[in-house]
């Protein structure tokens, strides 16, 4: 075989049919769209509409939840990608492992609400990590290869996250403090 010989499969690649091209087509004048109407016309979607009548999807009752607003977003981390990246040299195994270290050597591009390890490929180097997350397989791999995992607590990055501050009063016009001391010196006298 040679390469003037390929050629794609029978049937994957199909012509774009050219529409408005005479009746000889078979898609010529209308273009297979048929005669006047709504549905002739351009920019119109009526998927779901039913005349007026209340649709069937605004019927039924609203039902679920979905967390992905506040859900952790974590960049995922392999043993292969961890293990490549050592063998590159772009990590020493001496050195302690971090999140920041990942980072700067571009084994991983982002870091989100933090790193979780996950156990698919093989660990042979010993290496201690210090990540956010890890997958009990991982850290079992990890520590078979002779190195630890500690796990770090997560960033809320996220300002929806943050933990609210206590004892912040409402933002007012007055002072309530100057009212205060205006109620005891009308007292006193």
Do not use: W
């Not at 005479?22 to 009526?46: E, F, W």
């Amino acid at each position: 075989m040679k390469l003037n010989d390929l050629k794609p499969r029978e049937g994957s690649k199909t012509a774009k049919t050219r529409v408005g091209r005479g009746i000889g087509s078979g898609k010529g004048k209308t273009c297979g769209a048929g005669h006047k109407g709504q549905k002739a016309r351009t920019g119109v979607a009526i998927k779901g509409f039913e005349g007026g009548q209340m649709p069937l999807y605004q019927r039924l009752p609203k039902i679920g939840f979905r967390n992905t607003a506040f859900a952790t977003k974590l960049t995922e981390l392999t043993l292969k990608n961890l293990q490549s990246a050592i063998d590159a040299k772009k990590l020493d195994p001496k050195k302690p492992i971090d999140e920041d270290t990942l980072l700067k050597a571009g084994v991983v591009t982002r870091r989100r609400d933090g790193i979780k390890l996950l156990a698919k490929g093989e660990l042979t180097a010993k290496v201690d990590l210090k990540l956010t997350k890890a997958s009990k397989s991982a850290i079992e791999a990890v520590e078979k290869a002779g190195g630890k995992v500690e796990l770090a607590p997560e960033k809320p990055e996220n300002p929806k996250k943050l933990p609210r501050k206590e004892g912040k009063a409402k933002k007012s016009g007055r002072k309530p403090a100057k009212k205060a001391e205006k109620k005891k010196a009308k007292g006193s006298e």
